[in-house]
């Protein structure tokens, strides 16, 4: 790079953290999850305003190479965080309503987005229907888990029953959600070595059977200290990197890699080492994450958005909202949970943030999604994950305490002192 093009890359880096840094703390005194405020950053500094003028001056093509490099190794390493705090362990005494809860909050948004799909090809034509129609089936059924995590700690629900069920619930379809993208992807890749896909079989295998005792001895070790190493950190990022490595060769994104290998970290005996790892971890990825809403805000658009696109919006966004509420409500109730908190679950699963832009930048990549209905997505994406905060203080104001009734396992059926 040429000594003009490192002074704008660095004045592009200090700007973008300094509007994420100021976006996100004013839209937290709202109320507001940071992230919607980080995500407004990317799309202000997009061609949004001034017909794109300030995104063509700050960023040329040949500063947005090195931002798009800097932005994936965050969304690795935030995959690699969202693997890594999920905990199968929350799901012990709740499989009944987690499963039930998943399954309707993927099931009914998935079957109303395939629908939506087939509306939507009227006005992008896809090369790919079958893909298209799955991929905008998935892209609304998605639940962010780590944007729910964050949710249920600042309003003091993370150790309720309801934050229990919601974490169980949003980390089942997370998994699913990503097993399903990787389906999408390898349909719709194009390259012709489809039989790469194949290899994650073993991969997952040699995963669970080799590298996870591997990586429960080092942590181990490194807590007869009582602290996470530096060698050890380094050597589980290392690895969370490889892993991203060898799922693009493949043929799968990178992000299925660091996805999985932040779930394959041993929980067992190490819980304080990876509260540490994922302190450390975080640390890094709130530096990178803004570059990536920067980059992915280059490319919506919303200058040109008329009748038919606002259309398309309101449509997008009914599906979403009224999918995933409607679909955990109902499996919830389903389930014994009372009205309150199965609807403030529902009210819950509709959060997306960062892992809907993922997804979207994916579909972006494979050409399933034209510059436009991308920036629609992004739209829902914003909405979706802002709404979350005042109607779950509208349906939740007063928690409910959900108990099991005595001499049981599952809680099912729930009851509850109040509805």
């Not at 000594?3 to 300094?18: C, E, K, R, T």
């Not at 305003?49 to 965050?74: C, E, H, K, Q, S």
Request: overall charge neutral; hydrophobic content about 55%; glycine content about 10%.
């Amino acid at each position: 790079m040429t000594s003009p093009q490192v002074q704008l890359l660095f004045l592009d880096l200090a700007l973008i953290l300094l509007l994420a840094r100021c976006l996100g703390r004013l839209l937290s005194m709202v109320g507001q999850p940071p992230v919607v405020g980080e995500i407004l950053a990317g799309v202000l500094l997009g061609p949004t305003l001034l017909d794109g003028a300030v995104a063509d001056a700050l960023f040329p093509v040949d500063v947005r190479v090195p931002l798009t490099g800097m932005a994936d190794i965050g969304v690795a390493l935030f995959m690699f965080v969202v693997g890594l705090e999920i905990d199968v362990s929350s799901l012990r005494g709740r499989g009944r309503v987690t499963a039930m809860s998943a399954f309707g909050s993927t099931a009914v948004p998935f079957l109303l987005g395939t629908a939506l799909a087939l509306w939507l090809l009227r006005e992008h034509d896809s090369a790919q229907p079958v893909a298209f129609v799955a991929f905008v089936g998935l892209s609304v059924s998605v639940t962010a888990f780590p944007v729910l995590a964050r949710v249920l700690a600042d309003r003091g629900l993370s150790a309720t029953a309801v934050g229990g069920i919601a974490l169980a619930t949003a980390a089942v379809v997370d998994v699913v959600a990503w097993i399903a993208l990787a389906g999408v992807q390898a349909s719709a890749g194009g390259d012709g070595r489809h039989w790469r896909v194949a290899l994650i079989l073993p991969y997952v295998l040699l995963m669970l059977l080799v590298v996870r005792p591997l990586l429960r001895r080092a942590l181990l070790r490194s807590g007869t200290t009582g602290r996470l190493t530096a060698a050890s950190c380094g050597t589980v990022l290392i690895g969370a990197l490889l892993s991203a490595t060898a799922t693009e060769a493949m043929g799968m994104h990178f992000i299925f890699g660091a996805f999985l290998f932040g779930l394959v970290v041993p929980r067992h005996g190490t819980a304080g080492l990876r509260t540490e790892l994922l302190d450390h971890t975080q640390r890094i990825t709130s530096l990178l994450l803004p570059v990536y809403f920067v980059v992915a805000g280059l490319r919506v658009d919303l200058s040109g958005l008329g009748a038919d696109e606002l259309l398309q919006l309101g449509a997008i966004l009914l599906v979403a909202v009224a999918g995933k509420f409607g679909g955990t409500y109902v499996a919830a109730r389903s389930q014994g949970l009372p009205a309150r908190p199965a609807a403030a679950l529902g009210v819950l699963m509709n959060t997306r943030g960062l892992t809907e832009l993922v997804i979207l930048g994916i579909g972006l990549q494979l050409g399933l999604l034209d510059d436009t209905l991308y920036s629609l997505m992004v739209v829902m994406a914003v909405v979706t994950t802002a709404m979350t905060g005042p109607l779950l203080s509208r349906v939740y104001a007063r928690p409910v305490e959900v108990q099991r009734p005595a001499g049981t396992r599952e809680p099912d059926p729930l009851r509850a002192s109040s509805v």
